[in-house]
């Protein structure tokens, strides 16, 4: 079987998780802050803090954004349902912004008119989070010169996109966003087996998701609110979780993020591939969901677009049914039972379940053969050449 993604684990990797093994600290030692500053390293944010998934650092950084009962949040509904489950987490309600149907990215003018009705209607979201879908950038500057005329906050759910970059500008830099959001899933460019890393240039925010992530305590001395009784003493000050990354998880981030160049590059290696066989046989109508121009793509995932007059589940189940573990990504968040029962209903983003109609996920990861990608492509050209 080919799985659609899939980890790559070196001996360092299991020499580096083995050494926290045999240390004094499996948990708060000092594995965790050397992962942060590499993610600060290869971002240019000021600041990261790291959890022990993506959707708790979704959640932490909804929370040092003061989403809460009353607000609204909007994200994209081609996303994972942790981009939306976040606000609710928050007792904030959830709306979304419709894509484009070509790469999945919310749609800058969809959002434009939508905020302009919200100003309207006196009900303007504090919070957009847009979603590098496959690692490939949405038009941030756009999004992030609405965010500022209307006065949203901007949170970039990059968990596919770590390591690509935008006009120059690395994800993760908080250009023209507060926070970005990063997963480490197995799945994802890089892994921590489960994590997640949010980078911030605004050092409040930073300490807000830090104390968070660990109940809401401090140790600081200069910001004790009662008089210091001792070396034990700590304080909580707000109610936070224990989202704390672990040393073992830290450990393999710090190994795997040394070869984040080379499963990038390979990665777009095998994209250049499915692009030049697409590309000899035209005859497959078929459009791949490609970065913005200027843009280089960490390539989570090989989206292909199928035309109309193909039938995706007959193509998906016959790639299947040859040991090729295509996916679908996503099911518009919006058409989720749990979403249906808040009151969305099917064509409440067209372009978004246009997309998710057509859409269908190739194998991609640094660890894929030449001989499989040969099979995957033949194999596709046998179903619709
Ligand atoms: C994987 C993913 C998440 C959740 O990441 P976890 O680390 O598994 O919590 C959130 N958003 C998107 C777009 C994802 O792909």
């Keep these: 079987m080919i799985p659609y993604g899939r980890q790559n684990i070196s001996v360092d990797d299991v020499e580096a998780v083995n050494a926290v093994l045999k240390s004094d600290f499996l948990t708060q030692g000092p594995q965790v802050p050397l992962f942060e500053k590499s993610i600060c390293g290869v ?11 993506a ?19 909007w994200t994209s509904p081609i996303t994972f349902v942790a981009s939306a489950n976040c606000a609710l987490y928050c007792g904030a309600s959830i709306d979304f912004v419709d894509v484009n149907r070509l790469t999945g990215n919310m749609c800058p003018k969809a959002l434009e008119r939508k905020l302009k009705q919200a100003q309207a209607d006196n009900c303007l979201p504090k919070v957009i989070i847009p979603v590098h879908m496959a690692g490939h950038s949405c038009d941030m ?3 992030g010169q609405l965010a500022k005329t209307y006065g949203v906050k901007v949170i970039e759910d990059a968990s596919h996109g770590i390591g690509g970059s935008h006009l120059g500008t690395s994800i993760g830099a908080c250009q023209y966003s507060d926070i970005t959001v990063f997963s480490f899933h197995p799945v994802k460019i890089i892994t921590t087996a489960e994590g997640g890393v949010a980078t911030t240039n605004n050092a409040s925010l930073a300490k807000s998701m830090a104390q968070l992530r660990s109940h809401g305590i401090t140790k600081e001395p200069e910001v004790m609110l009662r008089p210091d009784e001792g070396d034990w003493y700590y304080e909580q000050h707000t109610l936070g979780f224990n989202y704390r990354m672990t040393e073992l998880q830290a450990a393999l981030g710090n190994s795997q993020i040394k ?3 080379s499963f990038i590059a390979r990665r777009n290696t095998i994209v250049a591939r499915y692009l030049d066989a697409f590309d000899a046989f035209e005859a497959l109508r078929l459009k791949s969901v490609t970065p913005l121009k200027e843009s280089h793509s960490a390539y989570h995932l090989m989206i292909i677009l199928l ?4 039938d995706r589940k007959a193509i998906f189940d016959a790639m299947r049914a040859a040991g090729i573990w295509v996916h679908v990504h996503y099911i518009p968040v919006h058409l989720q039972p749990y979403y249906l029962k808040l009151g969305f209903a099917e064509q409440d983003f067209p372009e978004a379940e246009y997309f998710y109609r057509h859409c269908l996920t190739l194998p991609l990861y640094p660890d894929l053969t030449e001989e499989e990608l040969c099979f995957i492509i033949e194999t596709l050209r046998g179903l619709i050449g």
């Design 43 to 53: 971002t240019s944010a000021k600041y990261a803090v790291a959890a022990n998934s």
């Design 141 to 143: 500057k756009a999004i």
């Design 259 to 261: 070869r984040l160049d």
């Design 55 to 73: 959707t708790s650092v979704l959640h932490l950084a909804c929370l040092a954004l003061d989403v809460g009962q009353g607000d609204c949040v």
């Design 307 to 310: 035309p109309d007059e193909l």
